[in-house]
């Protein structure tokens, strides 16, 4: 069974500039999952959807961050303008379905970089 | 927000010694779970508990979930070098949401 894909794997850019997060979770998996690892911390939960719907978006800063997932399967995550505290690594995770949270599975993560 | 106090932040071990490790929160979780995060990687799933008081095994590693719900701990019985890395726990509810510690860095000496 493939895991969890994600890309880039690396990026580095400059403050202010825009960057996307790719995500394509396990095959079947209803539920997806965005998370913020900051150096030396956990991860922290960003945005999570059920299918193409968000369930839970509290915790993402909606001035500079937005994701979507039109069809239900992939994810994009998106900063525009970025900023140098928005260095961290950004995991995807996917689980079967909300209610099966300890299933979830994560990605190898993309490690940001704002200079 | 909900916030676990996870202890201690490192540990440094000789091979074959024991290792013991918790998570502390103010708020009432329905499960917890422990992970463990190698360099470059995300999280896996080692060990989930359901029920409060409950005690669970995999392999050399022994978790329990606090009888008020608001911890749990996780023991690494006769470590060997592959068990260096970062052990998280984490709270989650029936939503699905999961809310992390800062984690325990593991280092085993040889």
């Known amino acids: 069974e493939a895991g969890v894909a994600q890309s880039p794997r690396y990026k580095i850019i400059e403050k202010r500039q825009s960057v996307a997060f790719w995500c394509n979770p396990i095959s079947g998996h209803a539920t997806l999952y965005w998370y913020q690892q900051i150096l030396g911390q956990g991860p922290k939960l960003l945005i999570q959807?059920?299918?193409?719907?968000?369930?839970?978006d509290s915790q993402l800063p909606k001035d500079r961050f937005s994701a979507e997932r039109l069809k239900g399967v992939d994810s994009t995550l998106k900063i525009q303008p970025a900023k140098l505290e928005d260095s961290a690594v950004y995991l995807c995770?996917?689980?079967?379905?909300?209610?099966?949270?300890?299933?979830?599975?994560f990605g190898q993560g993309t490690r940001l970089t704002v200079v | 927000g909900q916030q676990l106090n996870q202890s201690p932040q490192s540990m440094f071990i000789q091979e074959g010694e024991d290792v013991s490790m918790n998570c502390t929160s103010s708020s009432i979780f329905n499960t917890w779970l422990w992970y463990k995060q190698d360099p470059g990687e995300g999280p896996v799933l080692l060990i989930a508990l359901y029920k409060a008081g409950e005690l669970t095994s995999n392999g050399r590693l022994t978790a329990q979930f606090g009888i008020t719900r608001k911890d749990s701990f996780l023991n690494i019985s006769a470590s060997i070098p592959s068990d260096v890395g970062i052990y998280f726990c984490?709270?989650?509810?029936?939503?699905?949401?999961?809310?992390f510690g800062d984690g325990t860095t593991l280092t085993v000496k040889p």
């Open positions: 995770a996917s689980s079967l379905a909300i209610w099966r949270t300890v299933e979830a599975f």
């Open positions: 984490a709270g989650a509810s029936n939503a699905g949401k999961s809310t």
């Open positions: 959807f059920q299918n193409n719907g968000v369930v839970d």
